[in-house]
């Protein structure tokens, strides 16, 4: 079992520590920085929810002292905004529960595009603070690939972050899914071209410890990756069978 990939610099990779690289800790990274942003938007949804609150009771307070009817627009607006927010939170939280249970099989047939949508969801924030849109997947038919959900998660994620330095002129990025054979293909689009070694002046040194990651994840999901392209980043998975949670462990 291994990855490939097309586009990176592996000579700056030799010496420095790529084969004692812990994949544990790549996922621990990983599912830190999903749940930070998961928490965050929860606590978005609870402030909003709490201030909407707060002037409901002010309304009922200010009813009771001057003995006035309520404003009963204004409270069905503030009502309708209070339910929302309760909305808002509920899917939050059920992303919540899809991310958490990716950990749960070393290796299942899953759908790719709900698996490649849930990382979208879950990283949509953190593209939002970089004014980047990440475009909802594009799948013309079902496509299910037998493999370990959360370390596809984590690989997406990483080469759609190291795509931000690839964005056209709109900051957007789009996810296409395809099929041939038992091999199935992820492809980042509408991007910008980039190279590590005739870039490096223009946007500084490669982030090496990213391109561990890629390489490292890759190699276990048996997946192909080539950032050579132009215009987009194909990754090329195929089915796993022979990974078990004491191999991913080691």
């Not at 509408?190 to 870039?199: A, P, R």
């Not at 490292?216 to 080539?226: E, R, T, V, Y």
Request: charged letters at 25%; aromatic letters at 4%; glycine letters at 4%.
């Amino acid at each position: 079992m291994g990855g490939q990939i097309e586009g990176l610099n592996k000579l700056d990779l030799e010496g420095k520590g790529l084969q004692s690289y812990d994949l544990q800790y790549s996922g621990l990274q990983y599912f830190g920085a999903m749940s930070a942003s998961i928490a965050h938007e929860i606590k978005n949804a609870l402030a909003i929810t709490n201030e909407n609150a707060g002037l409901l009771e002010d309304l009922s307070l200010i009813s009771i002292k001057n003995g006035q009817p309520l404003d009963s627009e204004r409270v069905a607006r503030l009502s309708r905004k209070v339910m929302e927010q309760i909305k808002r939170a509920d899917t939050i939280v059920k992303k919540m529960s899809q991310f958490a249970h990716s950990v749960d099989d070393p290796v299942k047939v899953v759908s790719l595009s709900e698996v490649v949508e849930l990382t979208l969801e879950l990283g949509r924030r953190t593209a939002s603070t970089k004014s980047i849109t990440l475009a909802p997947v594009s799948c013309d038919f079902p496509i299910s690939i037998e493999t370990n959900p959360f370390l596809l998660m984590n690989l997406l994620w990483i080469v759609i972050k190291s795509a931000f330095k690839r964005v056209n002129s709109d900051k957007k990025i789009e996810i296409a899914l395809s099929k041939e054979d038992k091999q199935a293909k992820i492809i980042i689009k509408h991007l910008v071209f980039y190279n590590i070694m005739t870039c490096q002046e223009n946007i500084g040194s490669p982030d090496l410890e990213q391109e561990k990651r890629i390489i490292h994840l890759a190699d276990w999901l048996n997946a192909k990756i080539d950032m050579n392209n132009e215009d987009k980043i194909i990754i090329t998975i195929s089915p796993i069978k022979q990974i078990t949670k004491s191999t991913i462990a080691n």
